[in-house]
């Protein structure tokens, strides 16, 4: 299942108050912002200058997958390019494994990109001119590692993306989400510690989609990979993020785990987002029981001790389940051995509607 | 009046000024030709050695490889008629003239381009000089040449590489700076240095533009065969130019079809060239 903590809590990447600002008077609209604290709008009507980024502060621990989740001109692209510096910031630090990244040479930047940071293009951008194999490998011949030894990681990376037959093939010759898994495996065969992904599969049908996506969260896993994954469907970042960032205009307006956001949207923006996503699985019995107390008071003739037991973090699926098994329509949950609280059918149907707690009126 | 005496003084003033470049530059003009006529005559006696029908089998097979049999068939049926027509000798001696002229034209041209696709300002003073190349008349590049360098294949094989050399320029700096946004940037997050960015994505990126720009100039330099006749190049141009001034009609014609199907094989051969580098080049 999906945890917000992972084996370690190291912090690879780290963003402290970065904006970005676009346009030929971007230094006098940062001064503005530093001296006055400006907004968006503001800034364009007075100095003419779109804001890319803005304040934005965010953290991306090892092993981690965070997504970032907006409409389109939100700023997400600008946001991951300022991660390995492909566009330089307006104001503010990103450290990347305690590195501060705007400090960097020009060959210590060079070094962060082929080893450190991988990246994974909405675009793919492969190599026409080159085989499977030889563009899986790019990352590696750019490092100088010897012909036979990286075609052999490339070949095994390509393996894992499950292209072993292909590696003799030119990209014109794949399909679209062919080409997705070949971009993908060129980021795994350099052995980056982060990937960063910009809507890589965006331009998929949904079934191809959908398999990308379960293969892509369970190779990093298991690789122990962490990555930055960008997208503008809320769907996909549940799928894929152990947390997820939500922008506009700019802004990261929330940043949590899937269940939170869907549960305490931060404001109408994420509430919009958040309507037509199935609940299901998302939330959890810890957020929707009610005290044993409460529910003693409102339900005297029932035993709480006899009802079926489950634990906190049992999704509303499982808690439907156990609901039509049990003939009682309310489920204990259970933690370390003492009930700590119950979920009624009641709550059951407020979790999948979302809709908020309020007091039913006496019946 | 007023009028001729100013042409006069300018007329003495050019004749002075092309006496001294010629006084103190003979050194170098004499060298210069050497090198052009070197080269030329290497390449002729190359393509001398072999008997026309060899190089009809060459043709036919280059044209059987870049784009299919019937076409080398073709070619090699054109090439022959020529040396049926009793033109292969300055058949040849014309070939020669336009392959030096636009290898040349390209060892200079290419790393030209390349440089000015790399620099906008170098660019932006190129373009202007290269328009102005290209719009003069090129019966004008005759005259200095002829004058310091005198009647004969140097004379005409600078003249055709200069109008040969500004398509291969533009096209190479065309595909330079064309590369695709998505692949620098691809590029930049591999941690590519320069050169790396330069021979592993913007030179891949622009060989099919430098191919055309190959093609363009070789279809430049066939332009100048005939005008080049009138200062001593040799070959088919000459014979052009010898026939029409003795109202030698059935001749003039003869040596003009003859520079047709060279022209014509030349060119498809290399557009299929430019046209595979682009399929993917495999
Ligand atoms: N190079 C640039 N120059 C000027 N403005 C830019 C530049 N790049 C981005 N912007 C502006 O910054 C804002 C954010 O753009 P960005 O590309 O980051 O959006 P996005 O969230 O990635 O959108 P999409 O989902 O469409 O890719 C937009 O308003 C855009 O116009
Ligand atoms: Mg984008």
């Known amino acids: 299942m999906k945890t917000a903590m992972n084996d370690s809590n190291e912090v690879l990447i780290d963003c402290q108050n970065v904006w970005k600002i676009f346009g030929a008077r971007a230094p006098a ?31 991306v621990r090892r092993g981690e997958i965070f997504c970032i989740m907006g409409l389109s001109g939100s700023g997400k692209s600008t946001l991951i390019r300022l991660l390995n510096r492909l566009i330089e910031p307006s104001l503010g630090t990103i450290t990347v494994k305690g590195k501060d990244v705007a400090r960097l040479n020009a060959a210590q930047l060079r070094d962060m990109r082929a080893r450190n940071i991988g990246m994974v293009f909405q675009s ?54 062919m080409q997705q898994r070949v971009g993908l495996a060129r980021a795994l065969a350099a052995d980056p510690e982060i990937i960063l992904m910009d809507e890589p599969f965006s331009a998929l049908d949904p079934l191809i989609r959908r398999q990308l996506q379960d293969e892509f969260r369970q190779l990093t896993k298991s690789l122990g990979k962490s ?56 939330v959890k019995a810890h957020s929707v029981m009610q005290p044993v107390a409460k529910f003693r008071a409102s339900h005297p003739q029932h035993d709480v001790e006899a009802l079926l037991r489950t634990s906190p973090d049992a999704d509303i699926g499982e808690l439907i389940d156990l609901t039509m098994q049990s003939n009682r329509d309310a489920v204990a949950v259970v933690e370390n051995g003492t009930v700590i609280g119950v979920v009624t059918t009641r709550a059951l149907l407020r979790g999948v509607a979302g809709t908020p707690e309020h007091e039913p009126a006496a019946a | 009046m007023d009028t001729s005496i100013i042409t006069d003084r300018f007329d003495t003033w050019t004749d002075d000024a092309l006496a001294w470049i010629n006084d103190n530059g003979e050194w170098l003009f004499e060298f210069i030709r050497m090198l052009l006529e070197g080269t030329y005559d290497g390449i002729l006696w190359l393509l001398q050695l072999p008997p026309f029908y060899i190089i009809a089998i060459i043709a036919a097979l280059l044209g059987w490889r870049l784009i299919n049999l019937a076409s080398g068939i073709l070619a090699a049926i054109a090439l ?51 328009d102005l190349i290209q719009t003069l008349p090129p019966y004008i ?28 320029i533009r096209l190479t700096s065309l595909g330079i700076r064309m590369t695709p946004r998505e692949f620098i940037e ?15 994505i913007r030179l891949p990126f622009a060989i099919p533009s430098i191919m055309a720009g190959i093609n363009q100039s070789l279809m430049m330099a066939f332009g100048m065969v005939v005008i080049a006749g009138i200062v001593g190049s040799g070959g088919l141009g000459e014979t052009i130019y010898g026939a029409v001034r003795t109202l030698d009609i059935a001749t003039s014609i003869n040596a003009a079809i003859a520079i047709v199907i060279l022209t014509m094989v030349l060119d498809r051969l290399t557009q299929s060239a430019a046209r595979r580098a682009k399929a993917g080049g495999r």
């Open chain 1, 29 to 59: 609209a940062i001064q503005a912002v530093a001296d006055r604290g400006l907004s968006k709008k503001q800034i364009l009507q007075d100095f003419n200058c779109v804001v890319g980024v803005s304040d934005a502060s965010l953290h």
């Open chain 1, 124 to 177: 793919v951008a492969l190599l026409p001119n080159r085989t499977v194999l030889e563009n899986a490998a790019f990352g590696l011949e750019v490092r100088g590692v010897a012909k036979d030894e990286r075609h052999k990681t490339a070949r095994a990376a390509l393996e894992k993306v499950g292209l072993a037959d292909w590696t003799a093939r030119y990209p014109n010759e794949l399909s679209g989400g």
């Open chain 1, 227 to 282: 990555a930055v994954f960008i997208t503008h469907d809320l769907e996909e970042a549940i799928r894929i993020g152990d947390r997820i960032a939500i922008m506009k205009d700019g802004v990261i307006v929330q940043v949590g785990t899937a269940e939170e956001i869907v549960t305490k949207p931060a404001d109408d923006y994420v509430s919009d987002f958040v309507a037509g996503i199935s609940r299901i699985h998302l």
């Open chain 2, 80 to 130: 022959i008629f020529c040396a049926v027509m009793g033109l292969w000798a300055e058949t040849m001696s014309t070939l020669a003239l336009v392959a030096t002229a636009t290898i040349l034209a390209l060892v200079v041209g290419i790393p030209v381009g390349i440089v000015a696709g790399f620099v906008p300002s170098f660019n932006r003073v190129l373009e202007p000089v290269l």
């Open chain 2, 141 to 168: 590049y005759l005259l200095p040449a002829i004058a310091l360098l005198g009647y004969g294949p140097a004379t005409a094989l600078i003249a055709t590489f200069i109008v040969a050399m500004p398509p291969a």
């Open chain 2, 186 to 200: 691809l590029g930049q997050a591999s941690g590519l240095t320069s050169w790396q960015m330069f021979t592993k």
